[in-house]
């Protein structure tokens, strides 16, 4: 057996230059199962969303990298595990239109995926197995608090001591925001699972 050395996992420079997305389990009171979908920019540590649902497939994870599109831009690349969400139509397509590059990390490695496996943690520990959610609804505002939480009121030791928003609006001053090679505002209407 040859061992490979290891790399270390090489920090973006700027905003939108990758980001991250893997899902997490949990349940309702009632015991149905839900979903969370968490996306993070690499970059500032933002959480961009926590989209909560029953059912997450991949045209919903489509829809939801759309609504980011809009108000955001696109990252040059993603990365995400081999999940079929991520490895399905819907995303390809969307991802050749808007010139994304998709990273698959891989299997039965998600330390390949460092940084939202770091994010997904917290979330569990600080959100999810302290709250017992009684609806979808009450999922959602809670997962919705946490976020801004995360991004607002909490200070990273790898930002210098920054929130997450406060690295971000730093960059954004520094340097263009600008969506090059993202979309172009062609519309991703109509891509299936």
Request: proline share 5%.
């Amino acid at each position: 057996m040859t061992r490979v050395a290891r790399q270390p996992l090489v920090r973006p420079t700027q905003l939108n230059e990758r980001w991250s997305m893997d899902f997490v389990a949990d349940s309702l009171a009632d015991k149905r199962r839900i979903r969370l979908l968490n996306i993070l920019d690499e970059y500032s540590r933002e959480c961009l969303q926590i989209e909560v649902d029953t059912s997450l497939p991949g045209a919903r994870v489509v829809r939801t990298l759309e609504q980011l599109r809009q108000t955001r831009g696109c990252p040059r690349q993603i990365v995400i595990d081999n999940g079929p969400e991520f490895t399905g139509q819907a995303l390809d397509q969307w991802a050749y239109t808007c010139g994304v590059d998709l990273v698959f990390i891989e299997p039965g490695k998600p330390q390949q995926n460092a940084f939202i496996e770091s994010f997904n943690g917290k979330l569990r520990d600080e959100c999810l197995n302290e709250h017992w959610f009684v609806s979808l609804a009450d999922a959602r505002q809670t997962t919705a608090q946490y976020r801004w939480m995360y991004n607002e009121d909490r200070p990273h030791s790898g930002l210098d001591n920054q929130t997450p928003s406060e690295f971000a609006a730093q960059a954004a001053r520094t340097a263009s925001l600008s969506p090059q090679g993202c979309c172009s505002g062609q519309t991703t209407e109509g891509m299936d699972n």
